[in-house]
């Protein structure tokens, strides 16, 4: 059915998103997974990032919408990094680092673990460095998810969950965690495994809800999958990115017992010291699980960035209060946001950890998500992300609650957060009229 523009009409383009992914080819099936194929042309489409951003700047909006962070991070972590590069008898050669990352950071996450987690891990054999967290969670799943089988994970979730899953061959399948507190239905979960689920997908501290899930939340998950035979990936990426008011403390999957013999965590040094660009990750876990999971990331990337790995090591074994100080700013920038996006009529979440508030827009207006964030963004000048991105869209009910969700981004400067809660509160009545 065409519209009178000629396209498809918003309810046939619907129905066919929802088509099987069986027998397409395999570049439309990753990028189905991730919400970035358009049905209507068959081709595929920026991350709903990238288009967010594109967005922004087409309309002149403050852009709340990628969750890059404004603010570099730490001075001296980038002098360590750019002596290392320039200075011959300052940290590794310029070449390759080894496949499995450099032994100095290496040590330094293992240190790091043990320090914070009490959970001992042998550098040599149990922590890999990767070109950014995304790439250990590729790798992870590739490795773990069998061909036919199913994934579990809780949804909204980070928009690479869906498209690894389709190019390991596997179908994702989403367990929604819910408003107003986000927590996981861990019985939920057990109820969607089947004989075909392979592995789960878990992510804590949670994008894009900020939920930090409970040792018993953590141990109860590790309990199915021991019981089922399944693997599970924990993406643990905003650990450091923690608040005061947070109902539990991140603990990483690896310090709940019997986990390391189904559980395998994925870290960022890229969220933890704000240079995302740094592309600097780690993935850890038993040795076993460890030699799976190399057989598939040493054909991504095999290796990256000497100097930055270096650098990272140095700051993880002493990050000069950085830590604490990113995440008081960030728990700052929060409430900022969480204010203005209230005086406007949404209902933001609590948001304990990560850069991310969900607002439900239910109370101001019909319109879905997606919809909503095109007006906000042409018509109010701030840009967003729909939640409906970060859902398993191509099987998703057009009235599911979150469908209504938005997420926006506070890992900005206090004056362009309180600049967006300006456009929000003097323009969006109009828009909305």
Not at 88 to 106: D, H, M, S, T, W
Not at 407 to 419: L, Q, V, W
């Amino acid at each position: 059915m065409l519209s009178r523009s000629g396209h498809q009409s918003e309810s046939a383009s619907a129905a066919l998103s929802r088509v099987p992914l069986d027998h397409r080819p395999l570049w439309a099936k990753a990028a189905i997974g991730a919400n970035t194929f358009d049905f209507e042309t068959a081709t595929v489409l920026p991350t709903i990032y990238e288009r967010t951003t594109a967005a922004a700047l087409a309309h002149d909006a403050v852009n709340l919408g990628q969750g890059f962070p404004d603010r570099e991070g730490p001075d001296w972590l980038q002098a360590a990094a750019a002596e290392a590069i320039t200075d011959p008898q300052v940290g590794p050669p310029n070449q390759y680092a080894p496949g499995l990352g450099l032994p100095v950071l290496r040590e330094a996450v293992a240190e790091d673990h043990r320090r914070r987690y009490d959970v001992t891990l042998d550098p040599a054999e149990q922590v890999m460095i990767t070109t950014g967290a995304t790439e250990g969670i590729t790798a992870a799943i590739l490795a773990f998810a069998e061909p036919g089988s199913e994934v579990l994970t809780f949804e909204p979730h980070y928009d690479s969950y869906g498209a690894c899953t389709a190019l390991a061959g596997a179908e994702l399948k989403g367990v929604p965690l819910r408003a107003p507190d986000f927590r996981p239905d861990v019985d939920a979960l057990e109820a969607a495994v089947t004989d075909r689920t392979s592995l789960i997908l878990l992510n804590t501290p949670h994008n894009p809800t900020g939920t930090v899930f409970s040792p018993e939340e953590l141990r109860r998950v590790v309990d199915i999958a021991r019981r089922h035979g399944l693997r599970i990936m924990c993406d643990e990426v905003y650990e450091h990115l923690v608040f005061d008011d947070a109902t539990h403390r991140h603990r990483t999957i690896l310090s709940v017992p019997g986990a390391q013999e189904v559980a395998v965590a994925v870290g960022s040094a890229g969220k933890s010291f704000s240079l995302t660009g740094w592309k600097v990750g780690w993935i850890t876990g038993s040795t076993e699980l460890l030699n799976k999971v190399r057989g598939v990331k040493q054909f991504l990337s095999f290796s990256s960035g000497p100097a930055y790995q270096w650098a990272i090591a140095q700051g993880l074994r002493d990050d000069r209060g950085f830590f604490a100080a990113n995440a008081a700013a960030l728990a700052a920038g929060r409430d900022l946001l969480r204010g203005g996006l209230r005086e406007a009529g949404l209902r933001p979440n609590r948001a304990e950890a990560g850069y991310f508030v969900v607002a439900d827009i239910a109370e101001v207006t019909e319109l879905s998500g997606p919809q909503f964030c095109e007006v906000l963004t042409r018509e109010v000048g701030v840009a967003a992300i729909p939640v409906a991105a970060l859902t398993i869209q191509h099987r998703a009910s057009t009235d599911d609650e979150l469908q209504r969700l938005v997420r926006f981004a506070f890992c900005k400067e206090p004056r362009t957060i309180e600049e967006a809660m300006r456009r929000l509160r003097e323009r969006l009545p109009a828009a909305l009229g």
